[in-house]
Every structure is written in structure tokens, then in C-alpha cells.
């Protein structure tokens, strides 16, 4: 089966200088991919012209004439910028010719046009960015982690079900266990959004365990944990800052001496296998859930190793059919309401709808570092 890939080729603080590089890498070293390049025609050709791949026949060049920068407003994307290299990208997968999307622009951009280019699965109001953290029993599947900042509690408690779909379809495991992310293990801590989002949670299907601290992502006390976007951005961002921080202090140790130095070719294997671990552009890349189709969002910032990387995550997602088993989970586990609610008048698929969405615009415009979508399939 060949995988289609559409590239925003534009999105990211580097745009095409990044995004065709890592696009050329990896065609290259997956026979089965097909990667369709969208943006502005002569800046993707130019790029392609230092790979040496314009004549690469697995790599396609789409036009787009508008690019959203990273300081777009919302609306601009969605209204003004029909013909961006985000939205073509989307159409694309929206058509049936590409199987996911991979963009490193604007994330609230990227989540409203998605939300309205793409529409959302019944009963989910917006994407959510999930994200398996290491824990000391493996991983720790976190969400929201930037998508959304000001959250209502049921939108809490849409995460938690798409957690558990998740972590049920690729997992494995029949009833996941859920933490809420709050500030304390007790009931009556927390704001109102939070005290409330855990009385629907109690009141719901789901294995709830409780309310869950940011330690307990590391313990592993839950197979999944709910937040906020704000919340979890900053807390995924800490922890990317606390790891970079101590790589940087053992580089600095082994460096003082030569004994130091000579302790440190003795221990290289081990630096290598620590290196991997906590290397954040070995985990570039986030899936938006809730939508109908898969989009992958890059870092802003990332280089070409890092979006690569991006790339790999949503070949990986297409080959395990992660959408598909996603899907077919959430059906499952979806609530009597849920199906009430579907047929229900919407203003889903408007642009005021997406907009109002957006108005949850990320904590900064660029996802967090480390994001991925774990599969173990």
C-alpha cells in the first residue's frame, strides 16, 4: 500500500527550507510513501533543486498562492487565506488523495481550519493534542497538551473519552484508567471547571481513577491524563526544559576533565540510549484528535530531523490504521447521549463554528516539543 502524504510545505518558523529537506530524507529511505508538497510552486521547486530531487517521481509539487504565518490571527486563516498551503493540504485529505496531513504552521490555525475543513466525529466539539509521555510503567497518554486553552468541563470530559478510545484501540487495554490533572488527589481542590469536569467523569462509563498531580504522569498512576491545553503545555514544556537541562549538566560534567573525559568514552553507550530518550526531535509530531481524517502537527520550530520525524508519525498512523481504530473505539465506548447529540443541529463545518473553536487559541503558537502519537502496533 503507498502511503499519500500532503506537506504544508510553507507552515514553521523555517517553512520550505525545512519541511522539503526532511520531505526529500524520507521518501528516500521509504520506498512506499508518496509526498505531495504544497505551497508557493518556485520556493518548493528552488528547495528540491539543492536535494537534488526534481526529478524524485515520488514527490509532488501542488501549488498554493497564501501562506499563514505564525502570527495569523485565526480568522485571517479561515476566512481570508482560502488558497494557503495549510487549507490545500487539508483539501487534499478531505478529497481522498492523501491519507494525512503534516504541518508545522500556526497551531490554532491548523486546528480551526482542520476543525472545519475536515469536521469533527460525532460528539467531539475540538481536536485535542495528545501526547504518550515515559512513565516509570511505559508510557502515559496526556491531553490536551496546546490545542485548546480555555476548556469547559465537558470538553474535559470529550478528552477523556478520546483518551481511552485511543489507549483502548492501540493499547489494548479494555478499560484504560483516567486521572484528571489537578493541583491535588482531593475532591474539593481544583477551580469550578475542574470540580466539575470530575463529577462528569465520575458519573460517566469510564474507568475514573481520580484526581491525579503532575507527578503521577512520571509514576504512571493512570494509563491516561486530562488537562486543559494551557495546563498541559506548560507542564509538557517543563518537563522538556528539566530534561534538556540535565542532558546539558552531564555534557558539562563529563567535560571538566580528562578524566572526566576518558569516564565519558566508557559511558557513551549509555549517553547515547539517554540521549534517545529525552532527544525532543526524535518525538516531534502530534495527532489532532476528534477529527475524521489524521493531521500531524510538526513544532514550529523544528529543523529538518525533527519534522522528518513528523512525517514518520503520521506514516506510522496510517500503516497501523490508528484513525480507523480509533474510530471504531470511540463508537464502542460512545455514550447513549452521544448519539442523541449527533443528530442534534450544529454549527459544526461553518467557519463561525471552527472560529468560536479557535477562540481556545494555543498558549503560544507553536505545539510543544516531545509531542507524538504513540503506537505500539
Not at 493540504?89 to 472545519?116: E, F, P
Amino acid at each position: 500500500m503507498t502511503v499519500k502524504i500532503t506537506i504544508d510545505c510553507m507552515g514553521g518558523d523555517h517553512g520550505s527550507t525545512v519541511t522539503v529537506s526532511a520531505a526529500v530524507n524520507f521518501v528516500r529511505s521509504h520506498a512506499d510513501a508518496h509526498l505531495m508538497l504544497v505551497g508557493i510552486e518556485q520556493a518548493i521547486r528552488a528547495q528540491l533543486k539543492k536535494c537534488k530531487a526534481l526529478d524524485e517521481p515520488r514527490l509532488t509539487v501542488v501549488a498554493a498562492s497564501e501562506v499563514v504565518a505564525m502570527d495569523d490571527p485565526v480568522e485571517v486563516a479561515l476566512r481570508k487565506k482560502k488558497d494557503s498551503s495549510m487549507r490545500v493540504a487539508l483539501n487534499l485529505v478531505k478529497d481522498g488523495q492523501a491519507q494525512t496531513c503534516i504541518s508545522a504552521g500556526n497551531t490554532g490555525a491548523l486546528m480551526a481550519v482542520s476543525r472545519y475543513v475536515l469536521k469533527t466525529l460525532a460528539g467531539i466539539e475540538r481536536p485535542a493534542i495528545a501526547f504518550a509521555m515515559p512513565s516509570q510503567k511505559g508510557y502515559t497518554t496526556v491531553l490536551d497538551l496546546g490545542a485548546n486553552v480555555d476548556c469547559e468541563p465537558e470538553h474535559l470530559l470529550q478528552f477523556a473519552e478520546m483518551g481511552h478510545a485511543l489507549v483502548s484501540a492501540i493499547e489494548g487495554r479494555g478499560r484504560p484508567t483516567i486521572g484528571l490533572l489537578n493541583i491535588g488527589e482531593e475532591v474539593i481542590k481544583g477551580n469550578e471547571t475542574i470540580k466539575r469536569a470530575g463529577e462528569l467523569l465520575r458519573a460517566s462509563t469510564l474507568n475514573f481513577y481520580g484526581n491525579v498531580e503532575g507527578n503521577d504522569i512520571y509514576k504512571g498512576t493512570t494509563d491516561v491524563v486530562v488537562c486543559d491545553g494551557f495546563v498541559g503545555n506548560v507542564a509538557l514544556k517543563t518537563s522538556e526544559g528539566l530534561a534538556k537541562m540535565l542532558a546539558d549538566i552531564i555534557k558539562e560534567e563529563f567535560s571538566r576533565s580528562l578524566a572526566s573525559k576518558l569516564m565519558a568514552l566508557v559511558a557513551m553507550p549509555v549517553l547515547k540510549r539517554f540521549k534517545r530518550r529525552v532527544d525532543p526531535a526524535q518525538y516531534n509530531g502530534a495527532a489532532l484528535l476528534g477529527l475524521r481524517h489524521l493531521v500531524i502537527k510538526s513544532h514550529g520550530s523544528a529543523e529538518a530531523f525533527g519534522f522528518e520525524w513528523a512525517i514518520k508519525r503520521g506514516y506510522d498512523a496510517v500503516k497501523n490504521g490508528v484513525l480507523e481504530r480509533l474510530v471504531s473505539a470511540m463508537e464502542e465506548n460512545a455514550p447513549p447521549t452521544r448519539e442523541a447529540a449527533s443528530d442534534a443541529p450544529t454549527r459544526e463545518g461553518t467557519p463561525d463554528a471552527a472560529a468560536d473553536a479557535a477562540k481556545a487559541a494555543p498558549a503560544s503558537q507553536n505545539p510543544p516539543d516531545g509531542i507524538a502519537l504513540h503506537s505500539k502496533a
